[in-house]
């Protein structure tokens, strides 16, 4: 909702993930932005796998075998404004996913409302019903049943005429029950579904959130900002800031910056700051561009966000020379990359 009417969640938006075979993964997301949707492609699906989506996910480039389908094409003839195979064109299309909308809007009209927090425990409940199924309920409750100390035991039985040894098979189930305690008071099933809740964003966190200012960088680091060996990364924060708050900043200067975002955001998403990773699997696997990836590496370098060293193997792409990255912070910092970002620079200095 706006602020004049309280700035508040009211609805939910969910994200479908169906397959043709029936299964269903559904999420309950804030937002339709690559960084929100794509860790949940990276944790359900393999890279291999044959994605079919809309001409929403252009970011969906790192599955080789991901395909579009445009439902807004026109037709070239005049006659007619869309073009017949808006829907379905060379056997891709998301009717799979469609199909389940329907299913969902008709089974969720039954509660009336239900609050945003509690959106993605009835979209669980819906995909255990559906994904019963399409695996069954043994595939579903396996992990389960080991965690629990379930242990089977098979017994096989031979046929009476002796030919076949495996002619019917009984499972025999012994159940044991592993440091099973419950906890007292009628706190339990709160605790237990805390993790399953879903925070809907304020208004003002999702301004930040689209925003490409530091203001929440800032209140979460103000105690290392504050150190001299961030002097550098301090000046160049404020340096990013002053360049997106500034309206006569031209259109083609900002949508520079945005694409250097997008790459640096990736790199980073794939390092940690706990051993080095190689620069050269990101940048194959996501296709980044080599001299982009060298430009975001030097500036994080200058501003002492990262460490790095040369690798003492050549990779296996056409690269000169292969750097393994680690991180220092766990947030990366908006900063500029283009070669718009000197110039910001030297004005900033002369202010």
Known sequence: MSDKLGGKQIGTMVHTIAASNGALILDSVPN???NTLGPLFKK?????????????YPWLSVYRNHRMVNHTAHSKDKRHRWARNRWSKDGVHVQYAEGNHRVIKQAFSSYGYIRPEYSQLYLNEFCFYKNLKVFGLDALVAKWREKIGVVEKREEEERPDGLNSRYSSRIQTDVRIV?????????????KLE???????????????????????????????????????????????????????????????????HFAKLI?????DSSFNPISHIINRYRIPHSSAYRIMRIWKRN????????????????????????????????????????????????
């Open 44 to 56: 359900s699906i393999p890279d291999n796998t044959a994605i079919f989506t809309d001409s929403g």
């Open 195 to 261: 993790k399953w809740l879903y925070a809907p964003l304020s208004l003002s966190d999702r301004k930040l959130q689209l925003s490409y200012t530091n203001e929440s960088f800032i209140k979460r680091n103000k105690n290392l900002l504050s150190k001299s060996k961030f002097k550098a990364l301090k000046i160049a924060i404020t340096n990013n800031d002053e360049f997106w708050n500034d309206p006569e900043i031209k259109y083609y200067k900002r949508y520079s910056e945005k694409k250097y975002s």
């Open 179 to 191: 440091k099973k305690k419950y906890e007292q008071g009628g706190s339990f099933i709160p605790n």
């Open 268 to 272: 980073w998403a794939n390092i940690s």
């Open 32 to 34: 339709q932005k690559m």
């Open 304 to 351: 002492a966000i990262i460490e790095y060293y040369e690798g003492k193997y050549r990779p296996y792409i056409e690269l000169s020379k292969n750097y393994m990255l680690k991180r220092k912070f766990t947030e990366l910092p908006n900063l500029l990359y283009s070669s718009h970002s000197e110039q910001v620079r030297s004005v900033c200095n002369d202010r």
